[in-house]
């Protein structure tokens, strides 16, 4: 099983930043891409970034030029920096894996989210 331990969430002024880490753990073969969603009330979730582990990115239209997904592979570690906040980045975001892991002697594909932590982006 494979476990998503996000951190870094909070309360922000409007133009103000915030850092998010993702750490994943577990019986993991092969991390094959790392990204963040966000769910606000009454909204579906939405992928705002993604990582693949040959560094092939993917944002979002609405954060681009505001939010940098990174990761370290070696740490199976993931993190999004967020710039600029406004209002409407307000919302609880979540992690997200993708890979393989060891799953009792079997190697199995799994796409995984984290619990989520709260942003709000307020005066």
């Known amino acids: 099983q494979v476990q998503l331990a996000e951190s870094g969430g909070g309360l922000v002024q409007p133009g103000g930043s915030l850092r998010l880490s993702c750490a994943a753990s577990?019986?993991?073969?092969?991390?094959?891409?790392m990204g963040w969603g966000r769910q606000s009330p009454g909204k579906e979730r939405e992928l705002v970034a993604r990582?693949?582990?040959?560094?092939?990115?993917y944002y979002e239209d609405s954060v681009k030029g505001r939010f940098t997904i990174s990761r370290d592979n070696a740490e199976n570690t993931a993190y999004l920096q967020m710039n600029s906040l406004k209002p409407e980045d307000t919302a609880v975001y979540f992690c997200?894996?993708?890979?393989?892991?060891?799953?009792?002697?079997?190697?199995?594909?799994?796409?995984?989210w984290g619990q989520g932590t709260q942003v709000t982006v307020s005066s």
């Open positions: 997200k894996a993708e890979g393989e892991s060891l799953q009792s002697g079997y190697i199995s594909a799994f796409d995984s």
């Open positions: 577990g019986n993991i073969v092969s991390l094959n891409a």
């Open positions: 990582i693949a582990r040959n560094g092939i990115i």
